[in-house]
């Protein structure tokens, strides 16, 4: 899946989320939630592939140190 079709994805998701509307139609496939959290569920996971791809495949760590200097 490339990036622009994940951006599409959640687009989607979130005009049905606003509508109230728990059925997303993309691609020709229909796709029901059950639930309100089952839909954030799905927000949070493309949000986060969106933030990979856009990110690239480089991820970046912070190791923090601290001592009291005794």
Same mark, same amino acid.
């Given at each position: ?15 049905? =989320?606003?509508? !109230?509307? /728990?059925?997303?139609?993309?691609? !020709?496939? =229909? ?11 799905? $927000?949070?996971? $493309?949000? /986060? =592939?969106?933030?990979?791809? &856009?990110? !690239? &495949? /480089?991820? =970046?760590?912070? /190791?923090?140190?601290? &001592?009291? !200097?005794?």
């Amino acid at each position: 899946m490339t990036l622009e079709d994940m951006i599409a994805r959640r687009d989607a998701l979130l005009a049905a =989320r606003w509508r !109230g509307v /728990r059925t997303v139609e993309i691609e !020709g496939r =229909r796709i029901t939630y059950a639930t309100d959290a089952e839909m954030a569920a799905a $927000l949070a996971d $493309l949000e /986060r =592939r969106i933030a990979d791809g &856009s990110a !690239g &495949s /480089r991820r =970046r760590i912070v /190791r923090v140190r601290a &001592s009291k !200097g005794l």
